[in-house]
């Protein structure tokens, strides 16, 4: 099946990214995590991203906040794709730098983005990228999204009342 990688800039995204190894948890996938910070440990950061791929990691999720460099770099140097998840951080400009960071790579260094503070929604990408080739977690995928469905049912029959 291979792993997840969930990598962040500091301890304090921990919060944040809890959500995305939470729901890959629930999907059965296994999540490797580690703090990689961009500016505090570039040579860290360097050694991750060139051998992440040796190491049977498919999908790299990196969350950071501020300038949020750690996505992007991950993806200038790794052949895997890479989820960018901007985190709303306590030095945040209210979480536009960490937005426009992520999002705004150049040309040839794509990095996959969702919303700030959506590790959840990074965890479920993460899987289903995993799921086009492993029909065990393609299946449990469907379960989700049906359950998705039957919530906004079940809401609906609820307010008709």
Not at 63 to 78: C, I, N, Q, R, T
Not at 93 to 105: A, E, K, N, R, T
Request: glycine share 10%; net charge neutral; charged share 20%.
């Amino acid at each position: 099946m291979g792993k997840v990688a969930v990598i962040m800039g500091s301890t304090s995204d921990m919060p944040v990214m809890q959500e995305a190894i939470d729901i890959l948890k629930g999907f059965d996938i296994e999540v490797e995590v580690d703090i990689v910070s961009a500016h505090r440990t570039p040579e860290k950061l360097f050694e991750f991203s060139k051998t992440a791929h040796e190491k049977d990691i498919k999908v790299i999720i990196a969350g950071a906040g501020g300038a949020a460099h750690l996505p992007g770099m991950v993806a200038s140097m790794s052949p895997l794709p890479v989820i960018g998840v901007p985190v709303k951080s306590r030095n945040s400009i209210d979480g536009w730098d960490s937005v426009l960071s992520i999002l705004q790579m150049p040309g040839g260094v794509p990095v996959a983005t969702v919303a700030l503070d959506g590790a959840k929604n990074a965890g479920i990408l993460a899987a289903q990228i995993i799921g086009a080739s492993d029909k065990c977690v393609l299946d449990k995928i469907l379960v989700y999204k049906e359950g998705l469905k039957q919530k906004v049912i079940e809401g609906a029959k609820s307010i008709k009342k």
